[in-house]
């Protein structure tokens, strides 16, 4: 039931940046509902990494940053590290479906 | 630090209801939003529901028919009732919590996750 659209994968070398964009429409991000982004990672709890679209929760390395314009948003990540290898997900709200809503998910490989 | 823990049957027969619990310590269970998530093997991530500290509740359009959230203060737990399972509700789920600045739920992200529970749906 996705209805927000991330790249299958995106990979980069230790220490580069690689971006996720976040692509929705008009009843969920261009509609003003916030962004937010989660790193899955096999085993164990999904951790919140990005919040309103672009503010980091404590804990989280500011090497991660969000921001969203029109109907998408994306993630970031500089200085690339082996630990970032993951899946991560945007998710947001949309209104015609009355439901939260999350992204198809990106695999980040470390290369 | 607020932790949730999934708990509950790993194998449920087609038909019958899916039922899981997730145990809040570290916090009260009487505030917040509280929520559950699933992730069918090789797919995304779905929302089930969630129901707040005051019993309301608000399901999935594509799940309501067959989801019922519950909430147990006395024990700290809440939990999901998933009725008429096939093999397409074979996943593992998740509980959070539901978390935000705003008046408006749904503007709210999930802060806090339990690590999952896998539920297999099959005879």
């Known amino acids: 039931q996705s209805v927000l659209t991330q790249p299958p994968s995106v990979s980069g070398a230790p220490g580069q940046r690689v971006t996720i964009s976040c692509s929705g429409g008009r009843s969920d991000i261009r509609a003003g509902y916030d962004v937010h982004w989660y790193q899955l990672l096999p085993g164990t709890a999904p951790k919140l990494l990005i919040y309103g679209n672009n503010n980091r929760p404590s804990g989280v390395p500011d090497r991660f940053s969000g921001s969203k314009s029109g109907t998408s948003a994306s993630l970031a990540i500089t200085g690339l590290q082996a630990e970032d290898e993951a899946d991560y997900y945007c998710q947001s709200y949309d209104a015609n479906l009355s439901a939260f809503v999350f992204g198809t998910g990106t695999k980040v490989t470390v290369l | 630090q607020v932790r949730l823990q999934e708990s509950g049957p790993g194998l449920v027969k087609p038909s019958e209801t899916l039922s899981l619990t997730c145990t809040v310590s570290g916090g009260s269970i009487s505030t917040h939003y509280w929520t559950w998530i699933r992730q069918p093997p090789g797919k995304g991530l779905e929302w089930i529901g969630y129901?707040?500290?005051?019993?309301?509740?608000n399901y999935n359009p594509s799940l309501k028919s067959r989801v019922t959230i519950s909430l147990d203060t006395s024990k700290n737990q809440f939990s999901l009732r998933l009725t008429s399972v096939t093999a397409a509700d074979t996943a593992v789920y998740y509980c959070?919590?539901?978390?935000?600045?705003?008046?408006?739920?749904?503007?709210?992200?999930?802060?806090?996750w339990g690590q999952g529970t896998t539920v297999t749906v099959s005879s």
């Open positions: 959070a919590r539901l978390t935000g600045d705003s008046y408006y739920y749904y503007y709210y992200a999930m802060d806090v």
């Open positions: 129901i707040h500290s005051s019993g309301s509740t």
